[in-house]
């Protein structure tokens, strides 16, 4: 609770060294046990200082959410109860919870309620499970069976994904097999996103079992790729469409930003994360594939001592990449239920306000330049002195430094940028004005040299 008070307030950035953190607690592996409520405490009051506020309202670094209560509390239950969510005849209560959350988050995201969905660790992770759910699609259609028989020999699998597509993106193609280097890659326009007529013209210039990535939620720009084109095209092909929308799916929740994700509906699998913009503690990522069989037909095992789970049982293990694993749906479906479909939609529409309000507050500077339009919760800006000569990654140091809030850096267009993410539920107007007055404050500093 001391932790949690002080996160409105507390420094954003860490103040202990790596040095002094290993100092602390580092040391040679003790002979005999240790007295556990004093672990705990130490644990707590020496490494606090090595601890980011990344939960708190005033991280803008990368795409941070922070934690709701309910959903801490939901965790404390899931490490309390310690299930293994991978078999529905391990618990029939985590099997249950899956099965409810899994339809509410397809209610909400308007996605085809026979879609499959697998609860992972992240949207990288969610990724990897769809590209391999889509790998053995396309190539079943071109009668090869991939799970038993791997890559060698098989038809050649094309994946085509945009110039900006997420790193992750390239992780998964190298996880299934396709490496990163023979990805298509498209352009996409000044936004970052996907231009339609490159894809056509990269569409026209293959055949055979072809995946097609595109996202919402450009991790600079929050730029989402034309998916009511893109999907025509994909649709004419016979491409299999993935879209990565690690937080841009969320945009479906709200009726104000939903038109940003038109189209998404007709993809056949979609990635998001939990972590990040529906505010559950780490780690926490979803898989969605319109197609079941596809799905379990890459992930799922069988073994002699595997009871699979009968008929409508879930077994959570069939949609994702792991056995033994953490039932991560309960945070989730805590925060739905906190939220509710009208709370959830405030959440999003509040981020993508307050970004628009820090581009108003800092954009009206000379000197400073937002780079995107700011469509949903990224603001990306450039900072030069008045010689005109780029300061941003000294600008981006001395805002870490002075403590307020915390930004973290990035290339666009060849040059250096700072993003600025707003994702977290506690985030208000007062931490946007004060965060904007800190960043503005550092500008004239290292302006001024
Ligand atoms: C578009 C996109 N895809 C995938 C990821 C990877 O997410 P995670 O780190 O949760 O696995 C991110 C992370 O920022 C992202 O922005």
Redesign the pocket.
């Known amino acids: 609770m001391a932790f949690l008070n002080s996160l409105p307030d507390r420094p954003v950035a860490p103040r202990a060294s790596s040095e002094e953190l290993m100092a602390a607690l580092g040391g040679p592996l003790p002979e005999a046990s240790q007295d556990a409520v004093r672990i705990v405490d130490d644990l707590s009051s020496r490494l606090e200082p090595g601890v980011a506020a990344t939960a708190g309202p005033r991280y803008f670094g990368?795409?941070t959410g922070g934690s709701y209560p309910v959903a801490l509390a939901a965790d404390w239950l899931v490490s309390t109860w310690d299930q293994n969510a991978a078999l529905h005849v391990m618990s029939p209560a985590m099997s249950a919870l899956e099965a409810c959350t899994a339809r509410w988050i397809l209610d909400l995201l308007g996605l085809p309620e026979q879609a499959s969905v697998g609860f992972v660790?992240?949207?990288?992770?969610?990724?990897v499970t769809a590209l391999a759910a889509a790998r053995h699609e396309v190539l079943r259609r071109a009668r090869w069976d991939v799970e038993a028989l791997g890559l060698q020999g098989a038809p050649q699998l094309t994946v085509i994904a945009g110039e900006e597509a997420?790193v992750?993106?390239h992780s998964a193609c190298r996880m299934i097999g396709v490496g990163s280097k023979t990805i298509m890659r498209v352009a996409t326009d000044e936004q970052g996103r996907v231009r339609p007529d490159a894809l056509e013209w990269a569409l026209s210039a293959t055949s055979g079992p072809t995946i097609v990535c595109v996202?919402v939620?450009?991790?600079n720009t929050g730029a989402c790729d034309p998916l009511v084109e893109i999907g025509e095209l994909t649709r004419e092909s016979g491409a299999w469409l993935h879209v990565?929308?690690?937080?841009?799916l969320w945009a479906a929740a709200s009726p104000a930003y939903r038109r940003l994700v038109s189209g998404l509906s007709d993809a056949d699998s979609w990635?998001t994360?939990a972590?990040?913009w529906l505010n559950v503690p780490y780690?926490s990522?979803i898989v969605i594939v319109r197609h079941p069989a596809a799905h379990r037909a890459a992930m799922s095992q069988t073994a002699a001592y595997l009871t699979p789970g009968q008929g409508e049982q879930r077994d959570g293990t069939d949609w994702v990449p792991e056995s033994s694993r953490r039932a991560r749906a309960v945070p989730i479906y805590a925060v739905l239920r906190m939220l509710g479909r009208s709370g959830l939609a405030d959440l999003i529409d509040r981020c993508c306000r307050l970004a628009v309000r820090m581009a108003d507050r800092l954009g009206n500077t000379p000197g400073v330049q937002v780079l995107n339009e700011v469509v949903l919760n990224q603001v990306l800006v450039r900072f030069t002195a008045a010689a005109g000569e780029n300061i941003t990654n000294e600008v981006i140091a001395a805002v870490q430094a002075a403590g307020v809030c915390w930004c973290g850096g990035t290339m666009w267009a060849g040059a250096p940028a700072m993003r600025i993410s707003v994702s977290n539920w506690r985030t208000d107007e007062a931490d946007i004005d004060r965060s904007a007055a800190s960043i503005l404050e550092c500008h004239s500093h290292v302006g001024a040299g």
């Open positions: 990368f795409v660790t992240g949207a990288h992770t969610a990724n997420h992750s993106i996202q939620g450009n991790v990565d929308g690690a937080f841009g990635t994360d972590h990040k780690d990522g």
